[in-house]
C-alpha cells in the first residue's frame, strides 16, 4: 500500500509540474507595420488592444484571446527574434501605407526573415490586411510569400452593410468555419494560395478570404480583412443573425491549439 501511495504522490507532483510549467499563451499584437497615431493625443490607435472605440478598436477581439487563456502584449517596433520569444501568437493587422501613415514601417525582408524562422520554429502567426486602398499588400507580401499565401491586389465585397431591413445586402461565402452558419466582411482583398497552403473561406466566386498552412511546427492564417474589430465582432451594426464573434473564436482556436 505504500509503494502505491508512494507512486500516486509521485504522479500528482508530476502533474503538477507539469501543469506549472506550461507557459501562459502570450498574444502579442503588432503596431509598428501598423502605426496609425491619433493627431490630438499621440496616441497610437486603430486595431490595439486598448482601443475600446466602434470603429477600428480590437478591445473586444483581445478579450476573446483572454477568454482562451492568453495574456495580451503589444510589439511597437520591428521584430527580433528576442523581442518574438516567449509569445506564442504574434498578430499583424492592416499594415501601413501613405494614407495611414506618411511614413510607413513596411515589411523588410530581415523582418519577414525573422517571423518565419519564429514560426516554423513552432510559432502561430495571424495577417489581417483589408483591400488595395486601405492597406500595404506589397511589401507584407515579402512575409506572406515565405508561407504560399499571397494577397492580391484588389478590392472585393463592395457591399453596403446588410440590416434587418435589408438583408439581402449579403455576398454568401463559402466553407465558412466551423460551427458558424453566416459569417460578414466587406472591402477586402483576396488571397492566392500555393504549395500547403488551403483555403478556409472563400466567395460564390472563388476568392479566396481567409487561409491558412504549417510552416514546419508553427501555423499561419491569412484574412483579407481587419474583420473582427469592435465594429463588427458582436454585431454594433449587424442583424444579429450574422455570427463574426463565433468565427473570431474559431481562428483563436485554430491558432491556439
Known amino acids: 500500500m505504500k509503494k502505491i501511495l508512494t507512486t500516486i504522490a509521485c504522479m500528482l507532483f508530476a502533474l503538477c509540474a507539469t501543469y506549472a510549467d ?16 491619433d493627431k490630438k493625443t499621440g496616441k497610437v490607435q486603430h486595431y490595439t488592444w486598448d482601443d475600446t472605440s466602434k470603429w477600428g478598436g480590437y478591445s473586444q477581439f483581445g478579450e476573446l484571446f483572454v477568454k482562451h487563456g492568453g495574456t495580451l502584449a503589444m510589439l511597437n517596433e520591428a521584430p527580433t527574434a528576442e523581442l518574438l520569444k516567449g509569445s506564442s501568437i504574434y498578430i499583424i493587422v492592416d499594415p501601413d501605407h501613405v494614407k495611414d501613415n506618411p511614413k510607413p514601417n513596411y515589411m523588410t525582408e530581415e523582418s519577414a526573415n525573422v517571423i518565419a524562422k519564429w514560426v516554423k520554429k513552432g510559432g502561430r502567426l495571424l495577417v489581417l490586411t483589408n483591400d488595395r486602398d486601405n492597406c500595404d499588400l506589397k511589401y507584407i507580401n515579402i512575409l506572406m510569400d515565405k508561407f504560399g499565401l499571397h494577397f492580391n491586389d484588389t478590392t472585393i465585397l463592395q457591399l453596403d452593410i446588410p440590416t434587418k431591413e435589408k438583408p439581402e445586402n449579403v455576398y454568401p461565402l463559402q466553407g465558412t468555419l466551423e460551427g458558424v452558419d453566416k459569417m460578414y466582411m466587406r472591402g477586402t482583398s ?9 483555403r478556409v473561406v472563400w466567395t460564390k466566386d472563388d476568392d479566396v478570404v481567409i487561409a491558412e498552412t504549417r510552416y514546419g511546427k508553427g501555423k499561419v492564417i491569412a484574412i483579407a480583412d481587419p474583420w473582427v474589430y469592435n465594429e463588427y465582432i ?3 451594426l449587424l442583424p444579429d443573425n450574422y455570427d ?9 482556436e485554430r491558432l491556439l491549439y
Open 22 to 37: 506550461t507557459p501562459v499563451k502570450k498574444v502579442l499584437l503588432d503596431t509598428h507595420f501598423n502605426h496609425e497615431v
Open 190 to 198: 483576396s488571397i492566392k494560395c500555393s504549395g500547403k497552403a488551403r
Open 234 to 236: 458582436y454585431h454594433t
Open 244 to 252: 463574426n464573434a463565433s468565427a473570431a473564436e474559431r481562428i483563436i
